[in-house]
């Protein structure tokens, strides 16, 4: 197909690896997160902490009193509030994040057992979204973010593609859901952008980022398929009677990303290879995840990047 070959070739896939610029995110995943835990409960706190963080005894925690004066907050990658009495202080931090021009995500800790699996996960996603540039960070230095994380640069990523499909109108040929006809600048940002999605799980799972030749060596096999919009259409069009009215080239764009993280997650985590079966059933997962934010596709750039993020924090249980 004209238009397609710079795509759907290796020699095209290297070209545009080796015209990444990965300084930045290589950076901040190496820069060492700091997580503050907030408690009036000494005990309370260093159980949330071990459980926020997955690490038993960690060096990136610190845990004060509520009612300490002149807290430094502002240094924090994320704070943790545990305040079950709803106290002034509480508030007064919350309000001086708000704020301030510092990048934290912070969050209370809604529930008594420090070990609640959804008061944690809901958590993670809270702070995640707050703060997302840090996400990468936490969850390679974290165990207990790395799920979270994992979500977050994935999700990110495949919506940021879908708005982007959408608002260039890439071009699609009928009938059904065809194949992308003319690619050209469109589809470089949209494979440049899933190839630093990749570059940000690999990071996560805590990957040499100095060795980018070798990530991008054993994924790009992995996730071939993802790259090759020809093969991302064809296998979306077996799903398009779940898909409605979906725009096709908005399906494509965000099916066809987040199909690529989740494989490279599936790789880093079990060590091989999914199958064609995994693939499928990840692009499956995508287009129902896609269906129920479809209606935000079609709101402008900023009310729908809001809204996204909260119906992410409450759609985390129930995506899963």
């Given at each position: ?25 290589r950076d901040e995943a190496l820069s060492m997160p700091r997580v503050l835990i907030l408690s009036n ?280």
């Open positions: 197909m004209r238009g397609m070959e710079p795509f759907s070739t290796a020699k095209g896939i290297w070209n545009i690896i080796r015209e990444l610029s990965l300084d930045d995110i409960d000494r005990d309370m706190g260093e159980r949330i902490a071990a459980n926020v963080t997955g690490l038993e005894f960690s060096e990136f925690a610190s845990i004060r009193r509520l009612d300490e004066t002149g807290l430094p907050i502002e240094g924090f990658d994320a704070v943790v509030i545990y305040d079950p009495d709803a106290t002034p202080e509480s508030k007064a931090i919350l309000d001086r994040l708000r704020a301030s021009d510092a990048k934290v995500g912070a969050a209370a800790f809604m529930s008594s057992n420090p070990g609640d699996q959804v008061a944690l996960r809901r958590l993670r996603a809270r702070i995640l979204t707050q703060n997302p540039d840090r996400a990468v960070a936490l969850g390679r230095y974290l165990p207990g973010f790395r799920e979270a994380a994992i979500r977050q640069v994935n999700n990110e990523t495949s919506m940021a593609n879908a708005q982007f499909a959408l608002i260039a109108n890439v071009p699609t040929v009928i009938p059904v859901f065809g194949s992308i006809a003319t690619v050209g600048a469109d589809f470089f940002i949209l494979t440049k952008n899933q190839l630093l999605l990749i570059f940000k799980i690999a990071a996560i799972h805590g990957e040499n980022l100095d060795d980018t030749t070798r990530i991008f060596r054993e994924m790009v096999p992995v996730v071939g398929a993802g790259f090759f919009w020809r093969t991302v259409a064809r296998e979306a069009a077996a799903l398009v009677p779940f898909m409605g009215g979906a725009v096709p080239k908005v399906a494509i764009a965000y099916s066809g990303t987040m199909a690529i993280g989740k494989a490279a997650d599936y790789y880093y985590s079990e060590g091989a290879k999914p199958s064609k079966e995994t693939m499928k059933g990840f692009y499956q997962q995508a287009l129902e995840s896609l269906a129920k934010r479809q209606p935000l596709l079609k709101r402008n750039a900023r009310a729908t990047d809001t809204k996204w993020r909260l119906i992410e924090e409450e759609e985390l249980l129930d995506d899963e």
